[in-house]
């Protein structure tokens, strides 16, 4: 079983920047792709970006140039580095592990984006 949990998130004022981590643990030797997800209030879930092991990065069209997305296998750590925020990234982001068919999602955490 592969547990994540994020943190990071957090208020910031529109063109700034904030960097999420989402940690793995339990059997993550076994884990494929990982990814960020994002639910702004009333919308439904989406992509944001994703990676399998510590290449080939994935992006929604959204945030494509001013996200990115890295892995350390090291740590267990999945990062996004959200720059040129604007008030529309305003979410709860989720981390998500894909692992032997399965999947793992975290709580979420908050990102405000103010004008």
């Known amino acids: 079983q592969v547990r994540v949990a994020e943190s990071g998130g957090g208020l910031v004022q529109a063109g700034g920047s904030l960097r999420l981590s989402c940690k793995a643990s339990g059997s993550t030797f076994a884990i494929d792709r990982m990814g960020w997800y994002r639910q702004a209030p009333g919308k439904q879930r989406e992509f944001v970006a994703s990676?399998?092991?510590?290449?080939?990065?994935i992006y929604a069209k959204s945030v494509a140039g001013r996200f990115i997305i890295s892995r350390d296998n090291v740590k267990n750590t999945m990062y996004l580095q959200m720059n040129s925020l604007q008030p529309e990234d305003t979410a709860v982001y989720y981390c998500?592990?894909?692992?032997?068919?399965?999947?793992?999602w975290g709580q979420g955490t908050q990102v405000t984006v103010s004008t």
């Open positions: 990676i399998v092991g510590i290449d080939s990065p």
């Open positions: 998500k592990a894909d692992y032997r068919g399965a999947d793992s």
